[in-house]
């Protein structure tokens, strides 16, 4: 695949997600091998992988996102299937990928392979922006370059972040030493379902793009107060 065909078609895969093909670990190094290359703050990589595959310890955290999916984040204003739009497109597009997110809560529990990307050195919690943005600039270029790479070979991940509302008890589950070891991205790995995948509705770049300082006159998002906390 060209560059821009891996960059345009990687995406948010959960009801195509293949359990029935077991996922050679030697992939899933490799991923993590192409992941590497990707820049770090300090030239310092900090990111970690914790591939999962024991079926307790994946049945363990696949719980713990349902439980949050369930038990919160369904019933909150920050769900996908409830954030509005007055473009009837984009609403069936949402509409589609809240069906999506619904599904993963199923599929997490029948992949054999959950990884959980973290950031090693540092706890977010009180950090300064610049620290903050600094420490998770190091490790979410590795994050998506390793979906890339997975997406180069057949493989199918979703980026999530539910979890992280039970992130405590997920160290538990797998002895990561919680003071100084941050989780950042919880995902599914697994071969999908055809190869086939294409872009996504996205804005234009027109909307996004602004031209010799801030445009107040281009599209803005809800503002994040205005959703409940996950
Ligand atoms: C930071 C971040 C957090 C996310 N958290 C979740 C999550 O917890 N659960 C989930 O099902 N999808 C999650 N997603 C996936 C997004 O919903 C998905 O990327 C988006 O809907 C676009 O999907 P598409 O590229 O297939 O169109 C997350 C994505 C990002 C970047």
């Known amino acids: 695949m060209e560059?821009?065909?891996?960059?345009?078609?990687?995406?948010?895969?959960?009801?195509?997600?293949?359990?029935?093909?077991?996922?050679?670990?030697?992939?899933?190094?490799?991923?993590?091998?192409?992941?590497?290359?990707?820049p770090a703050g300090s030239n310092l990589?900090?990111?970690?992988?914790?591939?999962?595959?024991?079926?307790?310890?994946?049945?363990?955290?696949?719980?713990?996102?349902?439980?949050?999916?369930?038990?919160?984040?369904?019933?909150?204003?920050?769900?996908?299937?409830?954030?509005?739009?007055?473009?009837?497109?984009?609403?069936?597009?949402?509409?589609?990928?809240?069906?999506?997110?619904?599904?993963?809560?199923?599929?997490?529990?029948?992949?054999?392979?959950?990884?959980?990307?973290?950031?090693?050195?540092?706890r977010l919690d009180g950090l300064s922006a610049m620290a903050s943005a600094s420490l998770l600039g190091g490790v979410l270029p590795?994050?998506?370059?390793?979906?890339?790479a997975a997406r180069a070979r057949g493989l199918g991940t979703c980026w999530t972040t539910m979890h992280l509302a039970r992130?405590?008890?997920?160290?538990?589950?797998?002895?990561?030493?919680?003071?100084?070891v941050q989780q950042v991205c919880l995902t599914p790995v697994a071969f999908t379902v055809g190869e086939r995948f294409g872009r996504a509705r996205r804005p234009s770049v027109d909307d996004v793009l602004h031209l010799d300082g801030w445009d107040a006159g281009l599209p803005s998002v809800p503002d994040v107060r205005g959703l409940a906390a996950r």
């Open 3 to 38: 560059a821009d065909e891996v960059l345009t078609t990687t995406r948010a895969v959960r009801r195509r997600l293949d359990p029935a093909r077991p996922v050679p670990l030697d992939l899933i190094r490799e991923c993590v091998d192409v992941a590497l290359q990707a």
């Open 45 to 122: 990589p900090r990111t970690r992988f914790v591939v999962v595959r024991d079926p307790v310890l994946r049945t363990g955290l696949a719980d713990l996102y349902t439980e949050v999916y369930e038990g919160t984040y369904r019933d909150s204003e920050g769900y996908i299937g409830r954030v509005a739009t007055d473009d009837a497109g984009a609403a069936r597009t949402q509409e589609r990928s809240a069906r999506s997110a619904d599904a993963l809560a199923n599929a997490l529990h029948e992949v054999d392979t959950i990884v959980l990307v973290c950031l090693e050195g540092a």
């Open 142 to 148: 590795a994050t998506w370059s390793f979906m890339l």
């Open 167 to 180: 992130e405590r008890e997920a160290a538990d589950l797998l002895g990561i030493p919680y003071e100084r």
